[in-house]
């Protein structure tokens, strides 16, 4: 029946003309990332990733949306002043409103008079916007992405972390690998809190900075000159950031 289905469309198209086949993506093949012992940087192994974690196309109004719903959550909105009605005292009218050869007058929480309201002042609100999901990690893989085309994606060992929580210490390791304030900073990321690398860094501000993964944002991917990150930790958030590639085809039911 479908055979001849297609038969039938066939015969419908005009002489000389063939119907069109929709050409299959080309397949990207995986890519690999060197995994380097901390903070010796000698390299170990390889990891191979799949295109669509590390090899994902720029897509800057994905990270924008990302960036401002990033900063958007971080707003607390606390700011407060007391309106006209918020304002305690009567209602009652401080002076007549003729005799008197003085401008007309209500109550004393007039925002004209001192201790009086604030005109549309600001008020607690919420500043967090919405956005889904699956745009959300999209943004996170680009960002991802963006730094390892550019070499800047730098891949550690799982044990990052250094013997003296000394911030000298700490700035010999970044002047010597190039990651310090002269060369764009840097962002270390691990899967844990690491006493003596976290320590250091927190001393040494200047040359970079420290958090773990539940920490980190988009944004912060994109701040700094380079990442430097944690296999585990690497792992983790590709696979926390993966709901958009987990699609499932429907199929007829018979």
Do not use: C
Request: aromatic share 8%; no cysteine.
């Amino acid at each position: 029946m479908a055979t001849e289905t297609q038969l039938s469309a066939l015969n419908l198209l005009p002489p000389g003309t063939y119907p069109l086949t929709r050409r299959p993506a080309p397949v990207v093949p995986d890519v690999l990332a060197t995994v380097y012992r901390f903070p010796t940087m000698e390299p170990t192994r390889f990891a191979q990733y799949s295109a669509s974690h590390l090899h994902l196309p720029l897509r800057r109004d994905i990270l924008h949306r990302a960036v401002i719903f990033e900063g958007d959550a971080t707003r607390k909105g606390t700011a407060s002043t007391k309106w006209r009605d918020d304002v305690r005292g009567s209602g009652r009218k401080v002076r007549p409103q003729k005799g008197t050869g003085r401008a007309r007058l209500g109550d004393k929480n007039n925002p004209m008079l001192r201790g009086g309201g604030v005109v549309f002042g600001p008020h607690p609100r919420d500043f967090s916007t919405k956005l889904p999901r699956k745009i959300y990690d999209l943004a996170w893989r680009t960002a991802l992405s963006y730094r390892y085309r550019r070499g800047e994606l730098i891949v550690v060992e799982n044990d990052a972390d250094i013997e003296l929580a000394e911030p000298r210490w700490i700035t010999k390791i970044m002047e010597r690998n190039h990651w310090g304030n002269a060369d764009g900073r840097s962002l270390i990321v691990t899967k844990e809190w690491k006493y003596n690398l976290f320590e250091a860094l927190a001393l040494a501000g200047r040359e970079g900075r420290a958090k773990t993964q539940e920490d980190v944002d988009v944004k912060d991917i994109l701040e700094l000159g380079r990442i430097i990150i944690e296999k585990r930790a690497l792992d983790s958030i590709l696979k926390s950031h993966s709901s958009d590639l987990n699609r499932t085809v429907p199929s007829a039911v018979y």
